[in-house]
């Protein structure tokens, strides 16, 4: 007997939560007992909305390409799912489509926030005896999800960091006096994604100091030191997480001496690392330059790494060998059976003992004083960035997936 | 009988000022009357430091890496000489350095400044009747050097920048409600760059707008637009020049409702995209990000078009042969003789017609109402992103040129 299956996209894009997407589809088509692969536009809103496409109409050409365009192809959401015991409106709705439509597998793409939404519809299905396996494949260029040895979209993250770290390096080496350059990377809560920068040491001299949330950031510790740099060399480059607190916990983001809260109420742009430049400014009279790696940190497909792309589109067809194999509630993960050569292999884990929690830098990576990354940490993230994918240029210029999006009738 | 040639770079860094330096020593290792070719550490300030070495001495592979390694290799340096008019002393040095070292031949790649030092010494040289041949090597990211196509080192910039635009785009477009996306461009006279990334429209929707300081900015027009952008599309991208002006020649970054001068004297970090989010926020309540692209946008080889450095590889090249003609106080220049096929052709300009002059972006590459770019820009852009450079990694990391730098006895 036929069925469909459907596939969502949640919380912030990567460069490779459109290869797990394909992943999903290509094992999809191997498989005659499926007749829909449905693609929820916004994740659960488009659910909601009858915002829903069928995948299988989509050009196969246009679909290949999904492997290299960054972002969420069908649109993305940061939706939190209520308690189901306390109002199961919005859950009762979600039945009502998927039975109208025959789904008998629900997959989301997401970080966090999304494998909680998974684990409350799972639960809610369980409840009612709704035929319907709830899978959960994992994305986030943060690497703080727990229970799978990295991220999908983290290698590629940190393959642009240290590219671009080590390119800054270049360009702010060329002067016999040159300036102190302060990296602001993301990662509110963890630092992975700028212990990532540490890689480009590797290329040439790399980033002289490296500051993460998971230790305390000392102001006076930290003039100490770039003044000694700079005295020696003539430029220092400093990356930093967005999240660095002091030991009092207090956002070093806070420390900005110009207030803009009157004007403006809540805004308050300009990140940490201009916050830091202008104290290194003022207290060291050292020349400064803040650089804010923003959005192109995660969606920088052309510089992705073809080992993450290759491990996010695996995860989609493994999510689409447990739904068949009845699994549900659960998230596909994938531990590292070796490091050299580098080798992982799939399972899954309960949604339960992943959603909400956090996964931090582990103390062996940081160095003893907390201003620089260990060997260790290379070792741990050296595989994740191997390989370069066949990036699709036409006239000079990236080439990424189109598609149509028609709606399916509701 | 032998001599010696000496190169130096200067100025503002890019992705292919190295691609030139490889031009000259690749040419004159085929020529054998020239039996060094020094290179000047950190531009005229080596020459006077004798911090000079032999380029002929350093590894051909790593010199071969040259053309896919950014920032200048040899070192940079901003140095403006004196009218030797007024004080010859430097002059004086540097003959004597050049007479030590039999060197009949300086070439200079950099920018406006860069080609105003190659005249003075041309002048000096002349006036002295000191047999040495100045030759200028065009480079700079603003393109903004009269009497030439393009200047090498744009093509790349804007490869970069029209890249990442559309990635931005990509991720931006991602959610039903988005943000007003403010992206910052480097450019403070000349809109060359910001218009670069109008190029990211043949990707997919690209900038909504985009301002550069060759026309007057109005605040309340741009809010308007923005304002309708927005309910339409329900994000907006706006890539704008860092040097923006109102209709009285007010720099748009002065905008800025904080103010830090009082604590800091001249520092002003935080560019005029975060002047203008601001505004956006406080006058339209919109969600708003800004970005500035910052200094990657100049050091991202990674990213480099191969049209670019071929041609500032050539314009190395070029220059050596142009001093064996014994030509002198002149720049190596091309014209564009066809657009399609793109073909250009080498020439000479003197550098009094080049020195201290700004080529603007013309009328007929702006929009009427100066928030847009025209097609007759692209027309003339394109041909200068093609092509990608071989771009070489190693453990997934970009392996860039490493030169040894032993100081010649001087």
Not at 41 to 67: M, R, V
Not at 262 to 288: T, Y
Not at 299 to 326: F, P, R, V
Not at 365 to 391: K, R
Request: glycine share 8%.
């Amino acid at each position: 007997m036929q069925f469909s299956i459907i596939v969502g996209q949640s919380g912030g894009p990567t460069s490779v939560i459109n290869a797990s997407l394909l992943g999903i589809i290509d094992q999809a088509k191997k498989n005659n007992t499926i007749n829909h692969v449905y693609g929820a536009l916004n994740g659960i809103d488009g659910i909601l909305n009858h915002q829903i496409i069928d995948l299988l109409n989509e050009d196969e050409t246009e679909l290949a390409l999904l492997k290299t365009t960054p972002s969420a192809i069908l649109g993305s959401v940061r939706f939190k799912l209520n308690d189901f015991k306390e109002d199961d409106t919005i859950y009762q709705e979600i039945i009502k489509i998927f039975t109208k439509l025959n789904i008998k597998a629900f997959f989301y793409i997401g970080g966090n926030d999304s494998m909680d939404t998974c684990r409350k519809l799972d639960d809610y299905f369980k409840a009612m005896h709704f035929d319907c396996q709830v899978i959960g494949i994992p994305k986030t260029i943060d690497n703080d999800l727990v229970a799978i040895d990295h991220a999908p979209g983290y290698g590629s993250c940190i393959k642009y960091i240290a590219t671009t770290m080590a390119e800054i390096y270049q360009d702010i080496a060329c002067y016999k006096k040159g300036r102190v350059t302060i990296v602001e990377i993301m990662g509110r809560d963890a630092g992975w994604l700028t212990a990532g920068s540490k890689l480009a040491s590797l290329i040439n001299n790399g980033p002289d100091l490296i500051y993460l949330p998971e230790r305390a950031f000392d102001i006076n510790l930290f003039l100490t030191k770039v003044k000694a740099i700079y005295q020696e060399k003539g430029h220092v480059l400093v990356a930093l997480s967005e999240g660095i607190v002091d030991e009092k916990g207090k956002y070093i983001l806070s420390y900005r001496n110009f207030n803009n809260q009157d004007d403006f109420g809540h805004l308050q742009l300009g990140g940490v690392g201009e916050v830091l430049a202008e104290i290194v400014n003022k207290k060291l009279n050292l020349p400064i330059r803040s650089i804010e790696l923003n959005i192109p940190q995660r969606c920088s497909a052309h510089l992705a790494s073809k080992t993450d792309i290759d491990e996010a589109y695996q995860c989609g067809k493994k999510a689409l060998d447990m739904a068949l194999a009845k699994k549900s509630g659960v998230m596909v993960t994938f531990e590292r059976v070796s490091n050299n050569p580098y080798q992982i292999t799939f399972s899954t884990v309960y949604l339960k003992d992943v959603a909400n929690k956090v996964k931090k830098v582990p103390s062996s990576y940081i160095s003893e004083d907390g201003s620089n990354i260990t060997s260790a940490f290379i070792n741990y993230a050296l595989p994740l960035i191997q390989g370069e994918p066949e990036f699709v240029y036409v006239n000079g210029l990236p080439r990424f997936a189109k598609i149509k999006k028609t709606l399916v009738d509701l």
